[in-house]
């Protein structure tokens, strides 16, 4: 009678948690019948099965006491006791659908929630009746089916038991190397395939104001290249002098590529000119070699987007 007593409250609680399940009393004789034989194929599942539950992969312990397991690559195993909350936290976000116990009549369970609405997180509370109990649970969520093995002792149990998942890693890497390669396209010049991070943009424009003034000079430590307005397809394009050591202006080789000059070395001053005499415009380029010398990665006032979108 007491027994019947037991499995009717066991039947209670599980049907008032909304969680499935069929109060099942555990009885030895059920425990006491032959194994059927297995064949070659049924033997091979079991040592399969067998070889998961005592994988080698071992838990650890994360801030505020947390036991996390590795979903999917063993049975976990949650050690409880009577009269003790076992927390069990599923995934951000995830929800239960159904919790099924080997033995309702000695363990019970309870839904929990915690956290905002925009992260709500679901526990399963576990308690044993009895000291020396051991069975399985399966839990089904919107996300995963989880298995774990139950064992009930007087201490060493396990207050908090969470999960790490190997598919949640992956996709931080995905987003993260999505993330690296959009940020390293943003740092290359459409229209020359340049990298941002191999070139240095540290230059002064000085003097007129031309309609062909330069809109930007950088290097990329082996060729100067000076880009020009698109106005200058519409005016005589000036000359390029770089000034020497003497002061003086010297011709140098450069090539013009588009709306770029190319010039095959790197040069500390030069001057664009165009015109002659009360007509002559100038405008004068100077490397600021204290920083060049110095190889900075991109100089700190060349803003990524305003290089890419000019």
């Not at 009393?25 to 091979?44: C, F, M, Q, R, Y």
């Not at 079991?46 to 080698?56: D, E, G, R």
């Not at 995963?144 to 992956?170: D, G």
């Amino acid at each position: 009678m007491k027994m019947k007593r037991i499995v009717l409250v066991s039947a209670f609680l599980i049907s008032e948690l909304g969680f499935s399940g069929v109060p099942d009393i555990v009885n030895s004789a059920a425990l006491t019948g032959k194994d059927p034989v297995l064949n070659k194929k049924e033997w091979h599942a079991a040592k399969l099965a067998h070889s998961w539950i005592n994988a080698k992969s071992k838990p650890f312990i994360k801030e505020e006491g947390k036991i996390l397991y590795t979903f999917g690559v063993t049975l976990p195993s949650v050690i409880c006791a009577p009269l003790k909350v076992c927390d069990i936290e599923m995934e951000p976000g995830e929800k239960i659908k159904n919790v099924m116990l080997g033995d309702t009549a000695r363990w019970q369970v309870k839904p929990a929630v915690s956290g905002s609405e925009q992260g709500l997180i679901s526990h399963i509370v576990v308690k044993p009746f009895e000291v020396g109990l051991v069975t399985t649970m399966m839990v089904t969520t919107d996300r995963r089916t989880y298995h774990f093995k139950l064992l009930s002792r007087k201490s060493n149990y396990m207050p908090r038991v969470a999960f790490i998942y190997p598919e949640k890693v992956n996709r931080q890497w995905d987003i993260f190397y999505a993330n690296y390669e959009k940020s390293q396209h943003r740092k290359i010049i459409p229209a020359t395939g340049e990298k941002l991070d191999d070139l240095f943009f540290d230059y002064e424009i000085s003097g007129d104001s031309p309609p062909w003034k330069p809109v930007r000079v950088y290097n990329n430590g082996v060729k100067t290249i000076i880009q020009m307005p698109k106005a200058m397809a519409q005016t005589e394009a000036p000359a390029l002098l770089v000034v020497g050591a003497d002061g003086q202006g010297q011709i140098v080789n450069y090539r013009l590529k588009g709306d770029r000059y190319i010039v095959d070395q790197i040069f500390e001053e030069a001057m664009l000119i165009s015109g002659v005499g009360r007509r002559q415009m100038k405008v004068e380029i100077e490397l600021n070699s204290e920083k060049f010398f110095k190889r900075p990665q991109l100089n700190e006032g060349a803003r990524t987007d305003e290089i890419v979108s000019n």
